[in-house]
């Protein structure tokens, strides 16, 4: 893989630390307790780094992962995020999905809440032909083996595939082998936990 563009320097945590901190206070003043956000500064420093104006992610909640997305696509005109979202079925967590996302980023952003068989499907008439996506919503083997293809075959030459939970079953790995492509693969820390995502380059 030759490497063309340029590795961001700053790290997403510091440069938006302002902005994070207050939609964490506003997550822990809601009862909902929801997904659980992908590995950002990732997602951040690639969505920089191929410079990205299309993007498809799966899988909301809070908006995290959306809120980081659109701070990077919001630099480069005519950027847009389509994102899809099965709301948890507990009481009114659709209205907490991507709430700390700031109305200032929404004009970029298009949500289409209903499960990723349709929204996926939706997500890519909108956006036939992306520079980035993100995986994060349906967490069993078959969800993901349905859509990693869908979304690799969108991905332009170059572009990159993102998927978090890796480590939750085989579907990334028996993907990666059906495509015949070696992934990096990166650890998220947590306090309690360690998790894995899986990378591609088209
Ligand atoms: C782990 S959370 C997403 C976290 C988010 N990416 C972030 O980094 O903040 C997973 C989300 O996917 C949604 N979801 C689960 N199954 C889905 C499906 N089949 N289609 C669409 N969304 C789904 C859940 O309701 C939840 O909001």
Redesign the pocket.
């Known amino acids: 893989m030759k490497i063309t563009g340029k590795i961001p320097t700053v790290k997403f945590s510091e440069k938006f630390k302002d902005l994070i901190e207050e939609q964490q206070k506003l997550i822990e003043s809601i009862p909902n307790r929801?997904?659980?956000?992908?590995n950002?500064e990732i997602i951040y420093q690639l969505a920089e780094y191929v410079r990205a104006t299309r993007a498809i992610?799966?899988?909301?909640?809070?908006?995290?992962?959306s809120l980081t997305l659109l701070l990077s696509l919001n630099e480069r005109e005519g950027s847009q995020l389509v994102s899809?979202?099965?709301?948890?079925f507990s009481e009114h967590s659709e209205s907490y999905?991507g709430c700390v996302v700031p109305d200032r980023l929404k004009s970029i952003w298009t949500i289409l809440p209903y499960?990723?068989?349709e929204?996926l499907i939706d997500a890519l008439k909108i956006l036939p032909q992306i520079d980035l996506c993100?995986y994060?919503?349906?967490?069993f083997y078959q969800?993901k083996m349905w859509a990693y293809p869908l979304l690799w075959q969108a991905l332009k030459p170059g572009g990159i595939f993102i998927a978090?939970d890796i480590d939750d079953d085989f579907a990334f790995r028996d993907f990666c082998e059906e495509i015949d492509r070696p992934p990096w693969i990166v650890e998220t820390p947590f306090t309690n936990d360690i998790k894995y995502v899986g990378i591609l380059v088209k």
């Not at 992610?57 to 992962?65: I, K, R």
């Not at 899809?84 to 948890?88: A, F, G, M, Q, R």
């Open positions: 929801m997904g659980g956000q992908g950002l992610e799966t899988g909301v909640s809070y908006g995290w992962s899809t979202d099965l709301p948890y999905v499960a990723d068989r929204a993100h994060d919503s349906d967490k969800g978090d």
